[in-house]
Every structure is written in structure tokens, then in C-alpha cells.
């Protein structure tokens, strides 16, 4: 529910989340990416179908739009293959990957391939997914993540903790093509310093 209220993990406010979603339950609508009320009861509106297995990938949701008499006026599938990636149905059967999706930089098709990749960038298979992973993101996304790490220590209260997770060590971020230097600790350590003053 959170997700169709236009809330995104990255930004969410752990305190607001509890009361977004007691707003929704209990008042019979869903602000749509926050601005757009439909009226939306969850025991109609949200099914989970966990025997119902898609051809395609096991990890599915899928949304239908309907009008006030009840019919079909949209309908979308997606995948979410791991590692972030999203694929959509009308993708899928196209027999093609989405736009930018191989864009990344070890890309391979067998395993013989993936492994050789390893070898001659003397990386893990783990550190090249990752980097792959990495790839798809914007300098916004870059900025997006300096702000949530600012944020979570400049917000937190005595005895809170704040946990930084996702980069671990790495002190670089890829975007695109281009491997920037991107240190998650020396963000937190600068705004420790901003907030002692």
C-alpha cells in the first residue's frame, strides 16, 4: 500500500509508515502516488495469490485498474528478477530485454563467461553482480542516497541506532559506465561532524 501512495523505500519515514497505512484502512480511499484519491478497500483491492505461479517468474505482481462498473480498463504484470531489476510483462514478450538492461559492465550469457570475466578482472562473482546492480543508477539516486544517510544521523535520537546498509565496503559508486569515488563512512562521518557543529 505504501509503494501506491507514492512512497518510496529510500525515503520513507519509518514513524510515518504505521499511520499512512491506518489512514488508507480506514478511510476507505488510496491517495495514488499521493495525489490521486480512488476509493480502495484492502481486503477487495489487495490479494495475495501465493499459490498462483506466473509463467515467467514466481516473484510477480501484477495490478488491474477498473472502472466504477467494474471493467477492465488496464492491466499490467511485473517481475521482480533480483538484484533490483524489474521486468514487465509486454517486455518479456517482445523476447527482448528492457531498455538499459545490459547496459552494464560485465555482462555474459553462460557461465564459462561469467566466470573467465572474474578471472581477467580479478573481482568475485559477487563484486561483479554488484557492480552490474550499480550500474542502473542515476547521479539522483547517488544524491538520493547521501541525503538518506545525512538525514538518518542528523534525525537520530539518544539511544537510536543507524544502520547504513547496501555499498558495505566499497568506496566507489558506478554510474553507468563511469566508477566514481563514493564512500559511504566518510558520508557518515561528515555529518557526524555537521551535527556536533
Do not use: W
Not at 523505500?9 to 519509518?14: G, K, S
Not at 510515518?16 to 488510496?30: E, H, L, N
Not at 547521501?146 to 547496501?166: E, F, H, K, P, T
Request: with cysteine; glycine share 10%.
Amino acid at each position: 500500500m505504501l509503494g501506491l501512495t507514492g512512497e518510496r523505500p529510500a525515503t520513507l519515514c519509518p514513524d510515518r509508515a504505521d499511520a499512512t497505512v491506518a489512514q488508507v484502512r480506514g478511510g476507505g480511499s488510496i491517495p495514488l502516488d499521493g495525489s490521486h484519491a480512488i476509493a480502495f478497500d484492502e481486503a477487495r483491492d489487495l490479494r495475495f495469490l501465493q499459490r498462483e505461479r506466473l509463467p515467467f517468474h514466481s516473484n510477480a505482481m501484477r495490478f488491474t485498474a477498473l472502472a466504477i462498473d467494474g471493467s477492465e480498463v488496464a492491466t499490467q504484470t511485473a517481475f521482480s528478477i533480483g538484484g533490483g531489476a524489474v521486468v514487465y510483462e509486454h517486455d518479456i514478450a517482445r523476447n527482448a530485454p528492457p531498455e538499459g538492461l545490459q547496459d552494464v559492465p560485465y555482462s555474459f550469457s553462460s557461465g564459462d563467461e561469467l566466470l573467465a570475466k572474474s578471472e581477467a578482472s580479478g573481482l568475485s562473482i559477487a563484486a561483479m553482480m554488484r557492480a552490474n546492480e550499480l550500474a542502473a543508477l542515476a547521479p539522483e539516486d547517488m544524491a538520493e542516497r547521501l541525503a538518506a544517510i545525512r538525514a538518518a544521523i542528523l534525525n537520530a535520537q539518544s539511544g537510536d541506532g543507524v544502520l547504513i546498509a547496501g555499498k558495505g565496503h566499497e568506496d566507489y559508486q558506478i554510474l553507468g559506465t563511469e566508477k566514481i569515488h563514493f564512500d559511504d563512512r566518510e558520508q557518515a562521518k561528515a555529518a557526524l561532524m555537521e551535527r556536533r557543529g
